[in-house]
Every structure is written in structure tokens, then in C-alpha cells.
């Protein structure tokens, strides 16, 4: 069983920056693709990023590219979502996920985190 356990959301102010991680269980961690996907009150969740397995790929939203990016360590099982130049509509509950059954950009993903608040204020 795979565990997902993001961290690192809060508040801060538009043009401001945050750094999230999703710590993840279990020997399959570096096998699998991760993603992060976020959800706004009243609307669907909607792909932020994906990295592949080895790190060798990545991909982004058009709303966060050049924004955000996101990163993995092997070593640490732990994938990271860093976030710059926040605006008020990034604020959602960013979720950390694993192992897509349907490719990246599809919420159909495996193992999920409970999710982190990350509001951004004006």
C-alpha cells in the first residue's frame, strides 16, 4: 500500500511563493509517474503537473507553465511542487497523486494525498 502525505500549502500574497512536497511510502515510490492536481470550491479538479517516473519528463498546465514547476528525489520519496509568482486564482487544495492509469492529464491516478490548502490573497 502507497501513502501520499503532501505538505507545505498556506497563505500568502499574490506574486508570492510557495514550495510543496508529497512524501510517499512504500518501494514502488521511484517506478511510478506523480502528478499534482488541484480543486477550487464549486469546480472540478483539474491537472497541474506530472513528472515521469525517472524525472526525465515533465509536464504542466498552460495556466501554471513557467510558474510552476515540479520536481522529484528518489532518494527522499518525496515529489516537490514549487510555485512562484502565486495570483489570487491559484488558490485551491492542491493534491499530490501517483501512478496514472489513464496518462498524465487524466485524474484517473492510483494512490492520492489528502490534499493542502494554498491560498493566495490580492
Known amino acids: 500500500q502507497v501513502q501520499l502525505v503532501e505538505s507545505g500549502g498556506g497563505l500568502v500574497q499574490a506574486g508570492g511563493s510557495l514550495r510543496l512536497s508529497c512524501a510517499a511510502s512504500g518501494r514502488t515510490f521511484r517506478s511510478y509517474a506523480m502528478g499534482w492536481f488541484r480543486q477550487a470550491p464549486g469546480k472540478e479538479r483539474e491537472f497541474v503537473a506530472a513528472i515521469s517516473w525517472n524525472g526525465g519528463n515533465t509536464y504542466y498546465a498552460d495556466s501554471v507553465k513557467g510558474r510552476f514547476t515540479i520536481s522529484r528525489d528518489g532518494a527522499k520519496n518525496t515529489v516537490y511542487l514549487q510555485m512562484n509568482s502565486l495570483k489570487p486564482e491559484d488558490t485551491a487544495v492542491y493534491y499530490c497523486?501517483?501512478?496514472?492509469?489513464?496518462?498524465?492529464?487524466?485524474?484517473?491516478?492510483?494512490?492520492w494525498g489528502q490534499g493542502t490548502q494554498v491560498t493566495v490573497s490580492s
Open positions: 497523486a501517483g501512478d496514472p492509469q489513464r496518462g498524465y492529464f487524466d485524474p484517473a491516478y492510483k494512490y
